[in-house]
């Protein structure tokens, strides 16, 4: 009897057909584990078994315990054991705890790592053959490519093509339902499904590109469920591959003088196109749907080490589920099989993606959404280091410059009666580093007063004159007739909290009314509140508090209202992320991807906070682009501290050349430590003595210069601006 023990699904299905075509007497076959393999799990029974063959990913560190009692156990029983791993290369820790001549270790390593049914079924009749000598014949191992595209799907010069792409032994093993099912979908939504299939998506060992590049170079997005990350860190570019690949950044990635990309690579950069990572499951449907997220391998796996390679995380495309009880080989056997709604999902946000690729500047439309956290009038566009006015009408010129149809501010700002284009994109540092008030300071002002006059959802019900400055609406059946499509938890969730459809917050003439400016091409919208109460901040980032009916028709507003191609929140504050819904592989009952839906989402979001900025990525498919903190600079002395310093030097003068007039300087700076309250921060009780007021000087004097020397932010950043002059200098300092 044959053992075959592996820690990996596909093997199980591709031995399932590969027993199909043994030869009639051939030896019993049965098999063991699976991805479930127990690491600490018993040995299966060894009773008759004349050959074990062991596969395992990773070497056999998952499996260390029972493997190390296998070989012992196989040894003694005069067992032949067959031991190799699941790369490309022979794990020699494997292959030498074989019990069999190495020469047939190596072979039977060489048909595993070619695949399939096919050389698995050869495989058995070479191990039958070799080691039992039973003379079935055998075949060598059939060469199968490395690389492929699934089936002959058509193709429309006219449409964007999307690849989807997935592991060879995947396609090999026959588990390509999911996939087959996803570029259906896509070809339901107008563009062009490219299935392709590879060993793996890393440079070759080599150092050359991976050989699935060449039939990727002419599609617009990727989607792709293989795992490992393709990035690799250049010997020399540690600090450059900080700066360039951990996250997209606001001066793009790092390059060397001749234009090549450094640091942190992945082999796809080259091509340009947005690279969406779907997840393919090792939990079943079943798990993930009762739990809070995916677990912590497919995480590991299909989220965290993508996220490096600056991939979009887009939902779980399948689970893996038994469909095969086992039969004769006596362990269940898995597949994947894919959700429906989470198939539609993925196809929708490659199809928005690659649209939004082959789409002209100025046939796009765009929707800027400012933060109010909390909700009051003052606190529109308060985003966390970022001085959002200034950016908003720096990024409205940037849009109108690269010829989207962006109407000047100047339509909606009352007595604005000069152009917006060019003049007003700000230039907010002189050389020094100082704020001039460059003339678009005074128009993003004037902007920020016009969204304060309007809506600012500081109350469910709007004024007149709130309802005349509205940027949208959103008729009340529309948004009731998409409301009943969502999964019933959801919709209880929400109607729990706020009543039916359409709830009453800001309903007004049979319509939902949003706040905003419209310029055409471009909206500049506010975010409405997830909540009203005593307690807004409280609310801002409870996990569990529903939204009322208004945000959500507030999304679906951008998209069937405004018509938004692409949706970009405008600085850390928003709230889509914090909804109620699981972490890491979003379903449809999840509050942000039902929001959302397929649009696009870009994120500026503050450097130095990656927590809350995965939160973003993970849960609402963002597209994070990192901004830099606020310039640094030193904090320096004054009022109180300035005057303070200027009694020391005054102190340390009298010291030397007349003592005697110590004890009326000392009462001064005593005074002035106490009304400044310095004395109780330097826990000094009472006036010292005048023999040790010296000492209590020095340490005055040590903890004003440690005041001056600290760090803080010299005013907020605008987005693509860098500091410059003695802002520059200061920031570096501060970094190094």
Avoid at 151 to 167: E, F, L, M, N, Q
Avoid at 280 to 304: H, I, K, Q, R, Y
Avoid at 462 to 482: F, H, M, N
């Amino acid at each position: 009897m044959f053992l075959v023990v592996t820690n990996n699904d596909l093997d199980l299905l591709a031995l399932r057909a590969a027993v199909d075509e043994l030869p009639e007497g051939f030896p019993p076959v049965r098999a063991h584990g699976g991805v479930g393999l127990d690491p600490e799990g018993d040995l299966p029974d060894l009773e008759d078994v004349r050959v074990v063959l062991v596969r395992l990913l990773k070497g056999r560190a998952g499996w260390e315990r029972p493997f190390g009692e296998l070989v012992d156990r196989c040894r003694a029983g005069g067992i032949a054991l067959v031991a190799t791993g699941g790369e490309a290369d022979l794990d020699a820790d494997l292959a030498g705890a074989s019990t069999v001549p190495a020469g047939t270790v190596a072979q039977a390593h060489d048909y595993w790592t070619r695949g399939g049914p096919a050389n698995l079924a050869q495989l058995l009749r070479f191990l039958a053959d070799t080691l039992l000598l039973e003379g079935f014949g055998f075949d060598p191992p059939s060469e199968i490519p490395a690389v492929g595209v699934l089936g002959d799907r058509p193709h429309d010069p006219s449409k964007p093509t999307i690849a989807v792409v997935t592991y060879r032994a995947a396609v090999l093993a026959g588990d390509t339902l999911p996939l087959e099912q996803l570029c259906d979908a896509i070809e339901a939504r107008g563009a062009n499904a490219r299935a392709v299939w590879c060993y793996s998506l890393r440079a070759e060992a080599d150092g050359s590109p991976p050989a699935a590049l060449a039939l990727l170079r002419d599609v617009d997005v990727i989607v792709t469920t293989t795992w490992a990350a393709g990035g690799s860190v250049h010997a020399g570019d540690a600090v450059d591959a900080t700066a360039t690949r951990f996250a997209v950044t606001e001066a793009g990635a790092g390059t060397g003088p001749d234009g090549a990309a450094k640091g942190w690579a992945s082999p796809l950069d080259e091509l340009g196109v947005p690279v969406l990572q779907a997840q393919a499951s090792t939990g079943s449907f079943a798990s993930w749907a009762e739990g809070d997220g995916l677990s912590p391998l497919d995480v590991a796996l299909g989220v965290a080490i993508p996220e490096l390679d600056g991939r979009i995380i887009g939902p779980p495309l399948s689970f893996t589920e038994v469909v095969d009880d086992g039969g004769d080989l006596g362990v269940s056997v898995a597949a994947h099989r894919a959700v429906p709604d989470r198939v539609a999902r993925l196809a929708g946000q490659a199809v928005r993606l690659a649209r939004l690729r082959s789409t002209s500047p100025a046939d796009k439309k765009v929707a800027l959404v400012l933060s109010a956290y909390p909700t009051e009038r003052s606190r529109i566009g308060n985003a966390v280091a970022l001085d959002t006015p200034a950016t908003l009408v720096r990024t409205l010129a940037a849009l109108h410059g690269a010829g989207y149809p962006v109407a000047p501010p100047v339509a909606v700002v009352p007595g604005r009666t000069e152009a917006a284009w060019p003049a007003d994109a700000p230039a907010t540092f002189d050389d020094e580093g100082h704020d001039v008030g460059a003339p678009g300071n005074a128009l993003a002002d004037a902007v920020m007063a016009r969204l304060a006059e309007g809506l600012t959802y500081d109350r469910p019900v709007l004024s007149p004159e709130q309802l005349a400055l509205a940027a949208g609406r959103l008729p009340v059946g529309e948004y009731t007739a998409w409301f009943a499509t969502l999964p019933q938890d959801l919709q209880d969730l929400v109607t729990d909290s706020w009543g039916e459809a359409p709830g009453d917050v800001t309903v007004h003439d049979g319509h939902l009314v949003f706040a905003g400016i419209d310029l055409g091409g471009v909206v500049v919208a506010v975010q409405p509140p997830r909540g009203f109460g005593e307690d807004p901040i409280g609310t801002y980032h409870d996990p569990e508090l529903a939204p009322p009916h208004h945000y959500l028709a507030f999304y679906r507003w951008l998209e069937l209202g405004f018509g938004a191609d692409a949706v970009v929140h405008l600085g850390k504050h928003g709230t889509l992320e914090w909804m109620p819904g699981k972490a890491t592989g979003p379903s449809g009952s999840c509050v942000a991807d039902a929001a959302l839906g397929d649009l696009p989402f870009l994120y500026p979001f503050v450097v130095n906070d990656p927590g809350e900025a995965t939160q973003a990525k993970r849960r609402a498919h963002a597209v994070i682009v990192d901004h830099l903190p606020p310039p640094m600079t030193r904090a320096e002395t004054y009022d109180d501290t300035a005057r303070l310093e200027t009694l020391l030097d005054a102190y340390a003068q009298i010291e030397a050349l007349d003592p005697g007039k110590l004890p009326a300087i000392q009462g001064e700076v005593w005074d002035l430590l106490v009304t400044s309250d310095l004395a109780s921060d330097l826990g000094v009780a009472e006036m010292p003595d005048p023999d040790d007021f010296g000492a209590m000087i020095g340490h005055v004097d040590g903890y004003l210069c440690a005041l001056k020397d600290a760090q803080i932010r010299g005013g907020l950043h605008v987005f693509g601006e860098p500091p410059t002059g003695g802002l520059l200098v200061d920031t570096v300092l501060a970094i190094t």
